[in-house]
């Protein structure tokens, strides 16, 4: 049965219909809300409204519970890999053995980046940050390969390059940045296997494989995969409205998720957690610091939009840390230090009334840092997984039909009309 919300302004009433999720959530259509009332709505920072209807991930902040498409991220933690979760998310199902195969043939001949792209890479400054550089590569591959007549093949064909370039071209920017040899892609290891050789492996030194650490990195990118209409899926979505080609829309995915409040907080938590240990009473201090209004410090790592309970990705990664440290020997004094601060967080008031509890990025890090994988790396790494969930929602909302060119209203508080002043009379 069909529901509605009456609203009551200026004497008048007007019914808005009332749209219900598969899962039970309700929103207001506020598609025709100007034309029948003159009234647009506010709500900074989106906090209230959502931009599309979407089968692609749901999220329950209450409850901590995230799916991509309806499958638990717990289940696809402890079965999948990220190329099966990739494909899941891409096209909806999970794949047969023999698109899986067909997928990975795929990944396979998309994976070299070409040679002409090394010049670039060359010359960026070597204290340029890796995501500066993934986002200007990434958009600069519609030089390189430009639009192919047929939609479907265009939107097939650049999905899997993407996929598979944007690993190798993370590595690139790695082993560049250090003066080191490019290594290429192996058509006889895994996605992750493949990155972390081409990572690691040098010509002097070949990269001893361990499953343990490929395990731990399907499982930090199946839980970076998607996450609904966060800043750097909106950004995609928003873009992409423009009818722009992927590669763009996709780079200016990998610039949101740059930002320390987003994607750079798992860089950010490294950082502080580092900087906390580094003094006395450094957790004290810190969240002294972060209940302080008048200081803008934040405990990085913690809190979030939508979860108002432990994030499950946070509960999954710091299992996966302890497990990780404990296969290969390693002590990090910063996940004791990680430990002693979520735990006093945790039992402080201040953040109990707020609701905030360790997100993604808290342990990621800790995850990272094991692995090898750089600081100033951690975001790529973020951006390498979010790859299948930007491309899943440029995707659909190319499909919506309801989709058209996004253009927010605002509330305009200027100056009300007034006459141009020629210099001579100021
Ligand atoms: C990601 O959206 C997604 O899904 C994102 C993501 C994904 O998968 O795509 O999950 C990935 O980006 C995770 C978030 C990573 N960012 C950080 O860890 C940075 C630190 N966190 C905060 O900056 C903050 O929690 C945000 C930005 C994540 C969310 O902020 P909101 O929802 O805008 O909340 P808010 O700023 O309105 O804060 C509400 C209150 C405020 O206090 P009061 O004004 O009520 O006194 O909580 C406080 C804030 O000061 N607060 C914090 C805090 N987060 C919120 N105080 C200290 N430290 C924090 N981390």
Same mark, same amino acid.
């Given at each position: 049965? /069909? %529901?509605? +919300?009456?609203? =009551?302004?200026?004497?008048?009433?007007?019914? $808005?219909? &009332?749209?219900?999720?598969?899962?039970?959530?309700?929103?207001?259509?506020?598609?025709?809300?100007?034309?029948?009332?003159?009234?647009?709505?506010?709500?900074?920072?989106?906090?209230?409204?959502?931009?599309?209807?979407?089968?692609?991930?749901?999220?329950?902040?209450?409850?901590?519970?995230?799916?991509?498409?309806?499958?638990?991220? /717990? %289940?696809? +933690?402890?079965? =999948?890999?990220?190329?099966?979760?990739?494909? $899941?998310? &891409?096209?909806?199902?999970?794949?047969?053995?023999?698109?899986?195969?067909?997928?990975?043939?795929?990944?396979?001949?998309?994976?070299?980046?070409?040679?002409?792209?090394?010049?670039?890479?060359?010359?960026?400054?070597?204290?340029?940050?890796?995501?500066?550089?993934?986002?200007?590569?990434?958009?600069?591959?519609?030089?390189?390969?430009? %639009?192919?007549?047929?939609?479907?093949?265009?939107?097939?064909?650049?999905?899997?390059?993407?996929?598979?370039?944007?690993?190798?071209?993370?590595?690139?920017?790695?082993?560049?940045?250090?003066?080191?040899?490019?290594?290429?892609?192996?058509?006889?290891?895994?996605?992750?296997?493949?990155?972390?050789?081409?990572?690691?492996?040098?010509?002097?030194?070949?990269?001893?494989?361990?499953?343990?650490v490929?395990?731990a990195?399907?499982?930090?990118?199946?839980?970076?995969?998607?996450?609904?209409?966060?800043?750097?899926?909106?950004?995609?979505?928003?873009?992409?409205?423009?009818?722009?080609?992927?590669?763009?829309?996709?780079?200016?995915?990998?610039?949101?998720?740059?930002?320390?409040?987003?994607?750079?907080a798992n860089q950010a938590v490294i950082e502080m957690l580092a900087a906390i240990r580094g003094e006395a009473g450094g957790v004290r201090k810190a969240l002294?610091?972060?209940?302080?209004?008048?200081?803008?410090?934040?405990l990085m790592g913690f809190?979030?939009?939508?979860?108002?309970?432990?994030?499950?990705?946070a509960?999954?990664l710091k299992e996966v840390v302890h497990g990780l440290l404990d296969r290969l020997r390693l002590e990090d004094p910063l996940l004791d230090c990680a430990r002693e601060l979520e735990e006093a967080a945790l039992?402080?008031?201040?953040?109990?009334?707020?609701?905030?509890?360790p997100?993604?990025d808290f342990y990621s890090g800790i995850l990272l840092r094991a692995i090898g994988i750089p600081t100033n790396?951690f975001?790529?790494?973020?951006?390498?997984?979010?790859?299948?969930?930007?491309?899943?929602?440029?995707?659909?909302?190319?499909?919506?039909?309801?989709?058209?060119?996004?253009?927010?209203?605002?509330?305009?508080?200027?100056?009300?009309?007034?006459?141009?002043?020629?210099?001579?009379?100021?």
């Open positions: 049965m /069909e %529901e509605f +919300a009456t609203l =009551s302004y200026g004497g008048r009433e007007v019914r $808005l219909p &009332v749209i219900v999720g598969s899962e039970g959530e309700r929103a207001i259509d506020i598609t025709r809300l100007r034309e029948r009332t003159g009234l647009i709505t506010h709500d900074p920072g989106f906090a209230n409204t959502g931009c599309c209807r979407s089968a692609i991930t749901f999220v329950d902040g209450e409850r901590g519970v995230l799916r991509y498409r309806g499958i638990p991220v /717990e %289940e696809l +933690a402890a079965h =999948s890999t990220f190329k099966e979760t990739a494909f $899941l998310l &891409v096209h909806g199902r999970l794949p047969s053995p023999r698109e899986l195969t067909r997928f990975s043939v795929l990944l396979n001949d998309h994976s070299l980046v070409h040679e002409d792209m090394k010049i670039f890479y060359q010359n960026f400054p070597r204290s340029s940050h890796p995501m500066g550089i993934l986002s200007s590569m990434v958009n600069a591959l519609r030089s390189f390969y430009p %639009e192919l007549q047929n939609l479907e093949e265009e939107v097939n064909v650049t999905v899997t390059r993407l996929l598979s370039k944007v690993r190798t071209m993370a590595a690139m920017s790695y082993k560049i940045s250090r003066g080191h040899t490019v290594v290429y892609p192996r058509p006889d290891l895994t996605y992750c296997a493949n990155f972390l050789n081409m990572m690691f492996s040098t010509p002097v030194r070949p990269y001893e494989i361990d499953p343990e490929v395990r990195l399907n499982v930090f990118l199946i839980l970076h995969a998607d996450h609904e209409q966060n800043c750097s899926t909106a950004a995609v979505r928003l873009v992409g409205s423009a009818r722009v080609n992927l590669y763009a829309a996709i780079s200016s995915g990998i610039a949101a998720l740059w930002g320390p409040l987003h994607g750079g002294a610091r972060a209940r302080d209004p008048a200081d803008p410090f934040r809190g979030h939009r939508v979860y108002k309970t432990y994030d499950p990705r509960k999954i039992q402080d008031p201040w953040f109990v009334e707020r609701r905030l509890y997100n993604v790396m975001t790529v790494l973020f951006a390498i997984g979010r790859l299948p969930g930007w491309i899943a929602q440029w995707k659909e909302s190319l499909e919506d039909p309801e989709g058209r060119l996004w253009r927010p209203r605002q509330i305009y508080v200027g100056p009300t009309e007034r006459r141009y002043v020629p210099i001579e009379a100021r």
